[in-house]
């Protein structure tokens, strides 16, 4: 015979309202109590019928992770993150991906609608104003992207850019190019923000560019003409595309010419040079995003701001200017 929540209840010494909630709503629940419930439900094989628990509650369960290119390393990590933090909370995560096109974001999202109780938007690419559009239809938490009235988290790239330059220009750099990323990018905004700011080096703005080791490569030719001796790449991508074409130019690394990227992907610390690169937290992002959601979906809260500290982490793909 299956086991019930009643059964479950009995066995814990608590109402079924107290196990239900224990599942549905854990945030009601004191945390000793939801913890020798769940114990006590795992140890007895008990599993919440969700379809049941979706009539009853009005909620599916789920909860909608949307990125802009999967295939980019940087989102894995918070991917695992956030469905990471997401299953201790008894929600299941469907993730999607937009291949950095704001069309195709913005049907995800109307397809997720009927399916799950709110989505995360990770680098969208639409608009704020479609964005706040559709949001009157479902709760969103967006990663790295300003809304107003909105559930943010934002990694300081601003920050990282500082530190990176402040980095370069003790080593002698004073004309730096910026290579930028999509003309849709909050980040690359923010880095181009960040970097003309700064009064210690003159930086050229070269992009926009594709966010992909491919959109570094393209950039090799605007980087030679600009008269750097130092770059700083949208991202860890751009950087080790970069970094190909410099070399296929003859071009040495950080000996002519150094370079920072952004995100410290895995592939960053595996090339040759070893990448110089502003980390960020993205696992971080991906289990605070998801508290944040759901504590919207709760209680329909509208608005907070989330920013996650970054950091430069040095290696070898940066030198002396030796110009």
Known sequence: MAVTIRDVAEASGVHVST???AFSAPHLVNTVTRTRVLAIAEDLGYRPNR???????????????IVADIANPFFPPLIKAAQAQARMRDYHVFVADTDE?????????QTLTKQVDGVLLCSPRLTNRTIERLREEIPFVVVNRRVKG???????????????????????????????GPSGSW?????????????????TFLGPNPPT??????AVTDVLASGATAVLAYNDLVAIGLIE????????????????????IVPGRLSRPKLTTIAMPTAAAGRIAVDL??????????????????????RDSTGENRK
């Open 19 to 21: 196990v239900s909630r």
């Open 51 to 65: 379809a049941a628990r979706a009539l009853t509650t009005g909620r599916t369960h789920n909860i909608g992770l």
């Open 101 to 109: 096109d704001p069309q195709v974001e913005e049907e995800l999202i």
């Open 150 to 180: 909105m559930p943010t988290v934002l990694m300081d790239v601003g920050r990282g850019v500082r530190l990176a330059v402040e980095h370069l220009t003790r080593l002698g750099h004073r004309r730096l190019a910026l290579v930028t």
């Open 187 to 203: 980040t690359s905004k923010e880095m181009q923000a960040a970097a003309a700011a700064m009064v210690e080096a003159d930086v």
């Open 213 to 218: 080791e491919l959109g570094g490569l393209a």
């Open 245 to 264: 074409g410099l070399a296929a130019r003859g071009v040495d690394v950080p000996g002519e010419i150094s370079v920072i990227g952004v995100d410290d």
């Open 293 to 314: 959601l759901l504590q919207s979906v709760d209680s329909e809260s509208t608005g907070g701001v989330t920013v996650l500290e970054t950091s430069l982490i040095v």
